[in-house]
């Protein structure tokens, strides 16, 4: 599958999923196009990708990263497969953890699971539970269209 991963992130931890994500979809032999979302990026939205994988940080109080509201936006019309991950800290309260995720797959009225990081992956579980959702969403998607 063609799968566009676009995600925003300002230290670095969300990338540090991004990555994993990526490797993840490479080594099941998907097409990927990553990148960061930036104000000045040009972005490759030509082709018909068959996922969108948008992960985001979390802003001020559950809210979506302004660079990723404004890649959002680029999208124009909402595609119809996107999976949504993120990062976000539970210190935040758990009202607005990852707020941004939860925020991004309600409007984009996604039907695949979301997923969480606390921080940054550093424990066996995060990588699990990363290499879990990558299966989970392919083969959701993989169930739709052959
Ligand atoms: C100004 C600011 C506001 C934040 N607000 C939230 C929040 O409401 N909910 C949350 O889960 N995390 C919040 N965070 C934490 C970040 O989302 C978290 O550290 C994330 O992992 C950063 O990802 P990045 O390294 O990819 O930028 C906030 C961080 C900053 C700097």
């Not at 969108?52 to 809210?63: H, M, S």
């Not at 509201?69 to 935040?92: C, M, R, S, Y």
């Not at 579980?125 to 879990?132: E, F, G, P, Y």
Request: charged share 25%; net charge negative; proline share 5%.
């Amino acid at each position: 599958m063609k799968i566009l991963l676009a995600y925003d992130s300002l230290s670095g931890n969300t990338k540090m999923v991004a990555d994993e994500v990526e490797a993840e979809l490479k080594k099941a032999q998907h097409d990927v196009t990553s990148f960061r979302v930036h104000p000045d990026a040009q972005y490759p939205l030509e082709t018909d990708y068959d996922l969108f994988i948008l992960g985001a940080w979390t802003a001020d109080l559950g809210r979506t990263p302004p660079d990723m509201k404004d890649f959002i936006a680029e999208l124009g019309t909402k595609p119809p497969h996107v999976a949504i991950f993120g990062t976000g800290e539970t210190q935040w309260s758990m009202a607005y953890f990852c707020g941004a995720v939860d925020r991004m797959a309600k409007y984009f009225d996604s039907q695949y699971p979301t997923l969480k990081i606390e921080q940054m992956p550093h424990t066996e579980r995060d990588h699990t539970a990363i290499q879990d959702w990558v299966a989970q969403i392919l083969s959701m998607r993989e169930g739709v269209v052959k």
